[in-house]
């Protein structure tokens, strides 16, 4: 960060200089004061350091767009604000400058001060977002109200700027008097309340600012998302990679996964499926104390940005119950940890897939002549790579082929193969996308995102990763009645398995009641019973149900391949992308480059049931 010494006419000038050619600056001035901003905004917030505030300060260094007031030579700051006001009202029309403070110890209300005739829709959408306030945080009871005053600094100081210099040179001031109801008598932070009630604040006075951009100034802004910062701090880049590598000491998916599961179909079928022999899980490589020790250890409280605050936090909590759940493998404790998890079956869901089975029929393909091995998918895995590899020739990805999986899959962006594995070619089409148009491209995609989560997967992105892997096989007509059956199943044993349902009593559910073949209800079964009870597979028609239902309200397809991600994280997502922090798609499946694919989309906004998604 540069340092400016003094706020003399000479430092002053050489601030508006590196504004006017950058258009950015970060530097520190006198005082222990601090001048950011990142773009040319018409707005500057404002905050004058003090003694014994705690927490105020932390309401406005987030901003793109800031300014800290050093405790010596206020009058250098005061002219300052004049300089860079007229410099850049000059080209946006109008400049805001927006001090917040906080009110006394005893006061309920927050205080708008402004000009409200000048300002109409600006303060009126604060105070709208700040009555709302109330219902928002229970047992508070605050009043709002906009003071049309020219004293619009905290009682007892002096003016930023007196009005007569506001408007020669193209300011507006406006204060915010906070009470400090975040903090006890002592000035310390009631820490969780403090963050929730700054992340409101924040996103209440963006809302506001982007009225003010709207109608008083020339400023191009698309929304108020857009008015976060573009370069996070440090802290954030920090904290990102130590969860980041927390999850990549270990491999989640594969520790959970039984080293024996040929032995144990084998004594299942050869005799009669009646005997189950023990999971026999890997040896884990970390000690989960110690992991959890680091996890807790991170200081996600001191990160001010809502979004990312928001993003770590549930990521901390999801790699606190993963890691718990491996010292609970092949207990009853690992069942009711991944019900908490994977959010459980709802009974709409439950509904949705015995919909599915009563009008489904399985499907027996008795002809082996075309049926392709590990080794033809792997070649055809390996052209699909040279399609990405033409968009972005950094692009690469390894390929296992393994006698000790189950099930392929993708893990750290790298696809493993069961070296037993056998399909037709309508099924390997459709696994191609599945496995590597959305698992492994989006892995890549989110690797080239500046934040590390972006290609593990934020909290709870696996509903939408794995609604998206069976909408490209449906996308690619590879999406047949069997797989969609296959679906369907494992909600049900999903539902069994939470009703007390075992592994032999689950496979004949799926076996005699709905109609499986041995082998694809042992396939379910074997799953949905490693650890001691394993939900994730239920996300997978979960998923579809929601992306679903997103493209059906008129959601984008496209934006969704950009990373691993959650539904709910939509949101954020547009967020940080239109300040810039993240960048659109870089690497696109096939199927998204043919006109077949709208074709369907189409259909899917217009209602296409889920039965009706079959390929013929």
């Given at each position: ?20 050619e ?22 500057l ?12 300060r ?21 002219k ?7 410099q ?52 508070l009871?605050l ?19 007196e ?48 009225e003010?951009i ?38 989640f ?5 039984p ?17 189950v ?24 409280e ?38 908490r ?21 399985e ?11 590990s ?90 990763q ?9 996308m ?28 032999q ?44 239902e ?67």
């Amino acid at each position: 960060m540069q340092e400016i010494p003094d706020l003399s006419e000479n430092s002053i000038d050489q601030i508006l200089t590196v504004l006017d050619e950058k258009k950015e600056i970060n530097c520190r001035l006198p005082g222990k004061g601090i001048l950011h901003i990142e773009k040319e905004l018409p707005y500057l917030v404002i905050y004058r350091r003090k003694k014994e505030d705690r927490g105020t300060r932390r309401f406005v260094t987030n901003e793109s767009s800031y300014l800290v007031i050093g405790t010596e030579d206020f009058q250098g700051y005061q002219k300052l604000l004049y300089r860079i006001s007229d410099q850049i009202s000059a080209n946006m029309e109008s400049y805001l400058l927006f001090e917040i403070y906080a009110g006394t110890r005893d006061s309920t209300e927050i205080k708008i001060k402004g000009p409200a005739q000048k300002l109409p829709s600006t303060l009126e959408t604060l105070k709208e977002d700040f009555l709302k306030i109330n219902s928002e945080f229970t047992g508070l009871y605050l009043n709002t109200e906009i003071i049309d005053t020219p004293n619009r600094q905290q009682e007892g100081k002096t003016p930023l700027m007196e009005i007569e210099d506001a408007k020669s040179c193209g300011a507006v001031v406006v204060g915010l008097e906070v009470p400090p109801i975040y903090r006890n008598e002592n000035n310390q932070l009631y820490p969780v309340f403090f963050r929730n009630f700054k992340d409101y604040l924040i996103r209440a006075i963006h809302r506001s600012f982007f009225e003010f951009i709207r109608v008083q100034t020339a400023g191009g802004v698309a929304s108020f998302n857009a008015l976060g910062r573009k370069y996070l701090k440090q802290i954030v880049f920090d904290i990102d990679k130590q969860l980041a590598d927390i999850e990549r000491s270990y491999q989640f998916l594969w520790l959970v996964s039984p080293a024996n599961i040929q032995n144990i179909k084998q004594e299942f079928f050869d005799s009669n499926y009646e005997n189950v022999i023990d999971y026999h899980y890997r040896l884990l490589p970390v000690d989960p104390d110690v992991l959890k020790r680091k996890l807790y250890n991170l200081k996600i409280e001191d990160i001010d940005d809502p979004a990312m605050s928001f993003l770590f936090r549930e990521k901390r909590e999801e790699l606190d119950m993963q890691i718990t759940m491996l010292n609970e493998r092949g207990s009853r404790n690992f069942m009711y940890d991944s019900i908490r998890l994977y959010k459980g079956v709802d009974k709409k869901l439950c509904e949705e897939a015995r919909n599915i089975l009563d009008k489904i029929q399985e499907e027996d393909h008795t002809d082996t002549k075309d049926l392709l091995d590990s080794k033809a998918f792997s070649s055809m895995a390996r052209k699909e790579f040279d399609f990405y590899r033409e968009q972005d020739r950094n692009f690469k990805c390894k390929v296992h082929i393994r006698d000790d999986v189950n099930v392929m899959m993708v893990s750290h962006g790298e696809l493993y193969i069961p070296a037993d594995y056998k399909m037709n070619r309508v099924e390997a089409e459709a696994l191609i996308q599945h496995e590597v148009g959305t698992h492994v491209l989006t892995y890549y995609n989110g690797s080239n995102q500046p934040l590390n989560q972006l290609s593990i997967g934020l909290a709870d992105y696996d509903p939408l990763q794995e609604g998206l892997a069976v909408m490209s096989e449906f996308m690619v007509d590879g999406l047949t009645a069997n797989r969609l059956r296959i679906l369907a199943g494992r909600v049900i044993a999903g539902e069994a398995l939470m009703e007390g349902g075992n592994f032999q009593e689950i496979f004949r559910l799926l076996k005699l009641t709905y109609g499986f073949s041995a082998e694809r209800a042992f396939n379910i079964t074997s799953r949905i019973m490693q650890g001691g009870g394993f939900m994730k597979d239920i996300i997978y028609l979960k998923g579809l149900v929601l992306l679903k239902e997103h493209l059906k309200n008129g959601g984008e397809y496209e934006p969704l391949l950009a990373g691993k991600y959650g539904i709910k994280h939509t949101g954020i997502i547009k967020e940080l992308t239109d300040r810039k922090v993240l960048n659109s798609v870089q690497v696109k499946p096939s199927y998204l480059h043919s006109e077949k694919m709208y074709e369907k989309l189409e259909l899917i906004r217009q209602g296409l049931s889920l039965p009706q998604m079959v390929c013929k």
